[in-house]
């Protein structure tokens, strides 16, 4: 099992370090040499999903109960979120330039562009990590403003991360209901007490927790510690977590980083059912190949402007694309 499988070709994200609410995080790349196993596996016992939640063996089934909540004022088609001349600066740094596009609800739309053209940044405009120096984002109808992370969250935007961030000693089950804690409305006292509505709030965070997993394709893993899974089973783990907070946008950042063509076919059948199942999904991704291959349409970034935009056949044809891409490592490309 491999526990340190970081590609270094995947960059680095430099937005989300002085962030306060994920101090408790540990990451696959901070995590210190002593939470790692020692050569050896710890062992944990894979599950047999369909034996414990015999529901689960149905895939129509899992499909519905992890759907996301459908109260979204944006018809399918239509503007989910808007970057409206977002710019970013970061001292005399312009990480996003006047940037303007659409993401609409029910779309794959992929944001693709060489090594720091801004995409990270634009994730970080949209889920409140910055806010843009000038410009806004909107969201089903409501401009973020000053709404601050933890309530983006709520409104339903969920990401994932270019560095694998999970908690590293919890289960892969208790990982995914940490994210579903993000929806739960019981108060302080409301827990202390253990109230009968957070028993059920808690049964239910575990039985979506359990479909989640099983949903993107882990879930006999549903009792191993996160730093014993597989990379790319950590990298689906991260989704089941994003999930779990119902969003109606989720958004993936490089997402394959590390992947070899096999689970990079896996993951493109992972991202189309996540579509198919009602989410709207923003792929940030180098490889070409799978964003062409999985995208409904393409925003392409270069310096932090946006240089095109428009069908996957338009873009990859498009001369300022294919000249923002030549002069790039090969590896990205490819
Ligand atoms: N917090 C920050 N402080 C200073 N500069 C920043 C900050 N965040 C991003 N930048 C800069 O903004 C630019 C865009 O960075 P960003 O991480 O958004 O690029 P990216 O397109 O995600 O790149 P990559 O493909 O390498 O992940 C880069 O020049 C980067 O160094
Ligand atoms: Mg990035």
Known sequence: M???????????????????????????????????????????????????????????????????????????????????????????????????????????????GPNGAGKTTCFNTMTGVYRPTTGQVVFDGRPLGRTKRNEITRLGIARTFQNIRLFSDMTALENVVVGTDARHHTSVPGAIFRSRRHRAEERDALDRGMALLEFVGIGRRATQQARNLPYGDQRRLEIARALATEPKLLCLDEPAAGFNPAEKEDLKALIRKIRDDGYTVLLIEHDMRLVMGVTDRVVVLEFGRKIAEGLPAEVSADPAVIAAYLGVPDDATA
């Open 2 to 112: 491999s526990t340190t499988p970081h590609d270094p070709a995947a960059g680095s994200e430099h937005g989300d370090q002085h962030l306060g609410t994920d101090d408790e995080v540990v990451t696959s790349d901070t995590m210190p040499e002593e939470f790692l196993p020692d050569g050896g596996v710890i062992a944990n016992v894979a599950i047999d999903v369909a034996d414990l939640h015999p529901e689960l063996a149905d895939a129509a089934q899992v499909a519905e109960l992890v759907a996301p909540d459908r109260t979204i004022r944006a018809k399918v088609g239509e503007p989910l979120l808007q970057m409206q001349q977002v710019t970013m600066r970061f001292g005399g740094l312009v990480a996003l330039d006047d940037v303007t596009f659409d993401i609409r609800r029910g779309e794959i739309l992929g944001l693709i």
